[in-house]
């Protein structure tokens, strides 16, 4: 009896400790945790200046279409080859069914030190981006690094070898500059209805001033 007893008290224990860590049980690692927290309470991004392929400022958001953005590096030979893949799926979608005026498609580079404008601009032409569909950026503020990573929960990590370690995923900006989904980079056609979701929320809320929030 003794036994079953210290059995039970150490199973309740246990059981408590993974629902405080997994938020109630809906949440398994901080990824999960992180994707949780934004569905239910929306991220409103910094206004931070960051330059496209031509020098010239680009917005983390538009006014006028969703934004599905992932973090890159040029120098990636990794997770950045299958991000680069799964948004060349997307902008072949968006292009197909004539999407492009109400979702985009912007990779920001977290590599400032080596990543110009320039060299972005031939790591879009490298990955056959449209620049009526897909975007690609850096900080013009190395500086401001540290702020935009954090309000993506991104965590990048040098590896040791002049590359880097970093979570990624697709990142769902609404109209309004917040970040409102994070979805999983290897199912793209969940982050194109998300955004489509969006674009249709956006526009019930136009012609219906007092819907939505």
Known sequence: MRTLLAVLCVALAGGTALALTTDGLRAFTSEDARRLEVSEAPVQLPVLEVLGTDGRPVSLSDPERVTLLDFVYARCETVCRA???EFQQLQTEIRARGLQDRIRLLSVSFDPEHDTPAGLAAYARHQRADGAVWQFAVLANAADLPELLGQFGIVVIP?????FEHNAAIHVVDRRGR????MDLANPAAALAEALARVGAANATEAHPGAGS
């Open 179 to 182: 970040l409102v989904r994070i």
């Open 83 to 85: 991000l680069g893949s």
């Open 159 to 163: 590896d040791g070898l002049g590359g």
